[in-house]
Structure formats: C-alpha cells, structure tokens
C-alpha cells in the first residue's frame, strides 16, 4: 500500500458503514435482481446523486458488483456484502460496525493523548465523570443494547470455533465470568449438553440477558448477578473468562485469576478466550487494533501466550495450553 492509501482507510470503513446504515445491502439482499441507482434511491428515500456516487464507490470497494444493461448501471451485492453487512444477514457484521462507527472512532480523537499520556481518555471522551468504561457504557439503554449486539456479532463468526479448541467434557458446572448476553454460554450447553452454565456478570447487565438475550435450554443457564472483582464466584468446575482480561492491568488480572485458583475446585481450571497477540508481536492486526482501542479507553493491553501463560501461573494454575484460531486464542490452565 502506498503512503496516499493510508489516509484511504477510514474512508473505505465510512463508505462501507454508510451503505449499511442506509439499508443498501438490505434492499439488494432482498430484491430478486439487481437495481437501478434510481430504484435504490426511491426504495431508500435517498437523492439519486448522492446514491450514485456512493455505489460507485461501493462498486470501487468490491462490495457491490455492476451490470450494464440498455447504457444503465445495475447494481447487486457481492457474496460479502450479503453474508455480513445486511443487516437481515444472520451473520451480519453491522452492530460491530455501528459500535466502531459510534464509539471507538470518534474516541481516536483523543489517541495522541493516549499514546503521550501513556492512560485511558475516558474523562475527556465523556462529559461527566466516569470511573471507568462500563460504567460509560451501561449509563444508557441504547450503551447495553449497541455493546451487545457488537460483541454477539463476532461470537456469531468465532465462538463455535472457540469453544471446540479443547476438549471440555470433563467440565460439568460451568462459571462464565462477565457472561454478558450469554451467547456463549448457549454454545457451550450445545456442544456440551450434559453441563450447566452460571453466567456472572454486574447486576444491571444479568437483569438484561435474562430478559433479552438467552432464550435456549434456561434450566441449564443460571444468572447470578455482581461484581468479580469484589464479591465472591459461585463454584464451578471450569471458569470461562471470555474477552475479559484484556480489559485490564496485570495487577488486576492477578487478583481475579488468584480468587478463581482459590475458588476451583482441584481438577478444575480456568478457560481464557482472547484477542491474542503473537510472541514477536507482529502477526495479528486484529489483536494490536483491539489494543489501540483499549487504551484509550481501558487500562487493560492484549497479551501474548506467555504473558497469559505467566500470569495463569503465578495465579497458581498448572497445565497451561494454549490454542490460536484464525482470530481469537485460547488458554485452558488447571488447578
Ligand atoms: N464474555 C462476553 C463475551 O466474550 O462476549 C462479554 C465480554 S465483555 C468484553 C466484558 C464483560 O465483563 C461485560 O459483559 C461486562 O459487563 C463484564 N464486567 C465488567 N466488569 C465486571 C465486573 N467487575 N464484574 C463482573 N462482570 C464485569
């Protein structure tokens, strides 16, 4: 890629978001046959000059595909833009998208000062105080709802493959620690059927997955509401910590993973699921991007295995493994 593209990059994602949100996909997803830029405007609401254009850039993109037909541009969706950026799409990428859009990219505004003040931005990214970023999150319905949509989005692509990285049949009773919509509880009670899941998570988000999220197998799906850092952990066999230690310092992890080691019962462990960075560094984009974001608005870092793998073992864990998939790793340690 060439210097001039760089500044391309956010361009591409604004062109892609914009579609999404106007339902361009949606309505080509729908439709039996491709569409004219004027059928796509009037079906959209849309001015035709500013529909036309944003094809065209779309098409530029490769996530449309054009035909002419009678000196007329007809338009349709390639195979990725119907499979992940419909909205309609069952595995839509759009929540994510929307997350991004409304929440981390306006907040790189303040990565200078991240990156020169070596912490979070979230006092300056909010206008009233907040101790930290979920509690940002969680002040507004609509905070939950876009939170959640964007981390079921990816477990939709990855938590299958994530939960068939090691084989956890000896597990029975399950805690996933900071479970939040319970999406992966409900994979793990489908691969697993003969195990129970205790989802723990701050109290205002169980009272939401209760309600909204977690409609399969409930007499296998327990709730328990609080907070890990200060009440106690229901016992359980295995304990699922799910995108949660990135989210904050080592000294922090440390005092979770030591008071789950105390909690496990012998012959128990503890699974982490992770954005996971390669041991030089250098490998996974997605990894250094998730990174980015957490700092400016955490004070959590990703990891690579063996910083996972020191911190598992100072905690008091023992048989570490660890497994990369083709976006996330895991760990599984045993007491
Ligand atoms: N495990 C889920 C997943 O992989 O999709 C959610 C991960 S999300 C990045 C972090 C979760 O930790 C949120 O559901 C959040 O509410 C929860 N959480 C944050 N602080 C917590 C605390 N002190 N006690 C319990 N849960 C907490």
């Given at each position: 890629m060439n210097p001039f593209h760089f500044s391309f990059s956010s361009c591409y994602f604004q062109i892609m978001f914009t579609a999404a949100e106007l339902g361009v996909f949606d309505l080509l997803r729908e439709s039996e046959e491709p569409l004219t830029a004027e059928a796509i405007a009037e079906g959209l609401g849309t001015s035709h000059i500013g529909m036309q254009r944003l094809l065209e850039a779309c098409v530029g993109l490769k996530l449309l595909r054009m035909e002419m037909r009678d000196n007329k541009g007809f338009y349709g969706n390639t195979a990725l833009a119907d499979l992940y950026?419909?909205?309609?799409?069952?595995?839509?990428q759009y929540s994510d998208m929307k997350f991004d859009s409304e929440l981390y990219y306006p907040s790189f505004q303040y990565l200078a000062d991240a990156v020169r003040e070596g912490k979070n931005q979230i006092t300056s990214i909010y206008e009233s105080p907040m101790k930290d970023f979920f509690q940002a999150i969680y002040r507004s319905e609509e905070g939950i709802q876009l939170y959640f949509g964007a981390l079921k989005n990816s477990w939709i692509l990855y938590c299958r493959e994530m939960i068939s990285e090691f084989d956890l049949s000896q597990f029975h009773h399950i805690c996933d620690l900071g479970g939040g919509s319970g999406i992966f509880a409900e994979e793990h009670i489908l691969s697993y059927p003969n195990s129970s899941v205790t989802i723990f998570d701050l109290p205002e988000v169980v009272e939401k997955a209760k309600k909204n999220f977690v409609a399969l197998e409930e007499s296998q799906i327990s709730f328990q509401g609080g907070d890990f850092f200060k009440d106690s952990v229901p016992e359980a066999d295995l304990y699922i910590l799910s995108r949660i230690l990135h989210l904050w310092d080592d000294e922090k992890c440390m005092q979770l993973l030591t008071k789950l080691y105390k909690a496990c019962k012998p012959g128990g462990g503890v699974l982490v699921i992770e954005p996971v960075l390669d041991e030089e560094r250098v490998k996974y984009f997605g990894a250094h991007f998730a990174s980015i974001k957490l700092l400016v608005h955490t004070d959590g870092k990703t990891r690579t295995p063996s910083e996972h793998k020191a911190l598992l073992t100072a905690a008091g864990f023992k048989e570490i493994q660890a497994k990369h998939g083709s976006v996330y790793g895991a760990l599984l340690g045993r007491k």
């Open positions: 950026l419909a909205k309609s799409s069952p595995k839509s």
